[in-house]
């Protein structure tokens, strides 16, 4: 599980870098920095998960169950701003990076179904975590 969580970490990060490059050319430049920042921040922590996971007792299901929520939770906390960059998304849930900007309703809502199920994942996938150290 350790190198799995490295591998993920660092490609995320990677991508985050990438993200970077991406910054002017998107709708919302805000939004965009979101998603870079979302993408190195998240990599980096799945590489700390890694680190950690030798202290981390939890029965095998457990184990998997949280990662695979954790990184759910990082990637798509990454789409989801970065979707909201290139469509000008946002608004409820990131008013502050959304700024003015607002797409079209089915946008709106699939950024915010993508932004709710992320927070609720993360969550259980670090209240795992916690509860195995």
């Known amino acids: 599980m350790q190198t799995?969580?490295?591998?993920?970490?660092?490609v995320l990060f990677?991508?985050?870098?990438?993200?970077?490059?991406?910054i002017p050319a998107l709708k919302n430049p805000r939004m965009a920095?979101?998603?870079h920042l979302e993408a190195v921040l998240n990599g980096m922590f799945l590489v700390?998960?890694?680190l950690l996971w030798p202290y981390i007792h939890l029965p095998n299901a457990w184990g998997v169950t949280a990662v695979v929520l954790i990184v759910y939770a990082a990637y798509t906390n990454w789409l989801a701003t970065?979707?909201?960059?290139a469509w000008?998304?946002?608004?409820?849930?990131?008013?502050?990076?959304?700024?003015?900007?607002?797409?079209?309703?089915?946008?709106?809502?699939?950024?915010?179904?993508?932004?709710v199920s992320l927070g609720l994942a993360i969550v259980v996938?670090?209240?795992?975590?916690?509860?195995?150290?």
Request: hydrophobic content about 60%; proline content about 2%.
């Open 4 to 10: 799995v969580l490295f591998t993920l970490g660092l």
């Open 88 to 115: 000008g998304a946002g608004r409820r849930l990131a008013p502050i990076a959304a700024a003015d900007h607002e797409a079209s309703a089915a946008k709106e809502r699939i950024v915010n179904f993508l932004l």
């Open 14 to 22: 990677l991508i985050g870098l990438l993200t970077g490059f991406a």
């Open 33 to 35: 920095l979101s998603s």
């Open 82 to 85: 970065l979707l909201a960059a």
């Open 125 to 133: 996938g670090v209240g795992i975590v916690i509860a195995g150290i």
């Open 48 to 50: 700390l998960l890694g």
